[in-house]
């Protein structure tokens, strides 16, 4: 059964209330935002949170595919978990059928933990001219047997048309597999959509399984596509972030996002970096372009006036090897092999390697002793004199760097905002008080809102049946 991030809480709620067990899985995804796994492998941060609402803990089995974009023609190959190398897109649309038993083997070993598995495609099942050794959605749903429901997006228009074209140029045998359609994020009444629901439904002879209004807090939730990167204004305190072609893990900005005290500024480029508080240089999928791309912006030179104006400066995993002296590549990882110039902010040196750090941790924010956690998700390995500056400390040593001042900052830690304690005393150094009490148990409530908002829209006994009837 397919299903979109958005109908995760509602499904999972109500099951797990009859003591179903409930399991998320995306045979392929493609996305920069990844979460570390409790068996220590990477998938989607879309799946780690679809695990959340199931109330389980994230398996690589749930995400078996993961391509993370390096450049517009490549991606990083994640299978189960790791890394396996680097693929143009040409390789991979040539190769990607010969992983199907392995994603099979997920499927399976996944499915002897669940009494029910909602899955979900990626893109679009429409794209016929990829349908041929697809994994990630008919050829998925044909190999497993499993039934379809389509889910049309009426935020961009054209709802009607995505979904009767669908039906169109679908061959007979996947037309037939999909049992229903739903229409999401509409904007206003549901009933003012009655007629091209019914339009829908007699052009194609699916079930109408619901129209879904648009939920407003659903940009609280960590996001999959970097296309959901959004300004979100607040208060006077502002964090500015420049907006990188790689940017990675972006939901660090999610708990600072929702500070009312603060605003969270994206810059685009062809813009400068504004006057403010603090510039968070995110997660990269590739350090070494994107560096070249905040240099090419002028953003390197923006960075160094805000640092001689006494603002702070914070860079994660590969904002963090950005701020240093030197990234050395001898192995061309991220592209000719060779030595790149840094930023030159903090005294220190990466050297990248081909082993990737996959590990979740806890640990202490050693300037007021609060606990930390978070997860590491990177390759390269940092070192210099800064780094004996370092404000964070995990499994008894310190890590991280700063400069003399302190205000400028690097670490390879994600997850570093969502600890309320260590939010609360970093924003305090920007001179913003947190009103934000429990981070987590804020994003518990939003998924249960969630839940409640979708079981008043969706056809969830017959989305069941549907699932029943393999």
């Known amino acids: 059964m397919s299903a979109n991030r958005w109908s995760w809480r509602a499904s999972a709620g109500c099951l797990r209330a009859g003591g179903w067990r409930v399991r998320p899985f995306k045979p392929q995804n493609m996305s920069n935002n990844a979460a570390v796994t409790a068996d220590g492998g990477e998938i989607g941060r879309a799946q780690a949170l679809q695990a959340r609402a199931a109330g389980v803990a994230p398996l690589t089995d749930m995400n078996p595919v993961l391509l993370k974009p390096e450049t517009d023609t490549g991606a990083q190959v994640i299978i189960q978990g790791q890394r396996v190398g680097t693929m143009r897109a040409a390789e991979w649309g040539s190769r990607k059928a010969e992983f199907l038993p392995r994603v099979m083997e997920s499927f399976a070993r996944l499915a002897t933990s669940a009494d029910l598995i909602l899955v979900e495609g990626a893109g679009s099942p429409a794209e016929t001219n990829l349908r041929a050794g697809d994994i990630a959605n008919m050829g998925f749903a044909e190999s497993a047997d499993l039934p379809v429901i389509l889910i049309g997006d009426i935020d961009r228009g054209g709802v009607i048309a995505q979904c009767v074209g669908t039906h169109a140029v679908l061959p007979s045998e996947d037309r037939n597999r999909i049992k229903g359609v739903i229409i999401n994020k509409f904007r206003g009444d549901p009933a003012l959509f009655a007629a091209g629901m019914d339009e829908i439904v007699a052009r194609t002879g699916w079930a109408a399984l619901g129209v879904l209004p648009f939920f407003e807090h659903a940009w609280k939730l960590p996001a999959e596509d970097v296309l959901d990167l959004a300004n979100r204004p607040g208060g006077a305190t502002k964090i500015v972030v420049p907006r990188l072609g790689r940017i990675a893990n972006f939901d660090d900005l999610d708990p600072l996002a929702a500070e009312p005290a603060v605003t969270v500024e994206i810059v685009e480029p062809g813009r400068p970096l504004p006057v403010c508080d603090l510039i968070l240089l995110p997660g990269s999928k590739n350090t070494v372009s994107d560096l070249a791309a905040l240099r090419a912006e002028g953003w ?109 900052r690097g670490c390879y830690l994600h997850g570093i905002f969502a600890a309320d304690s260590a939010r609360t005393a970093m924003l305090a150094e920007l001179g913003a008080t947190s009103a934000t009490t429990d981070w987590n148990a804020d994003i518990e409530a939003i998924l249960d809102q969630l839940a409640d908002h979708l079981e008043a829209h969706l056809e969830t006994d017959s989305i069941l049946r549907i699932a029943q009837d393999l």
């Open 300 to 408: 390197d030179i923006d960075i160094a006036a805000h640092i001689r104006r006494g603002g702070h400066v914070l860079g994660l995993c590969g904002g963090y090897q950005m701020l240093g002296q030197w990234i050395d590549d001898p192995e061309g990882i991220e592209g000719a092999p060779g030595r790149h110039p840094g930023l030159g902010h903090l005294t220190v040196t990466t050297t990248m390697h081909p082993e990737k750090r996959l590990a979740e941790v806890s640990g202490t924010y050693l300037p007021t002793g609060d606990v930390i956690q978070g997860y590491e998700i990177h390759i390269g390995a940092t070192d210099g004199p800064d780094c004996a500056n370092g404000w964070l400390k995990i499994n008894d040593q310190t890590v991280g760097a700063a400069d003399a001042s302190g205000r400028v």
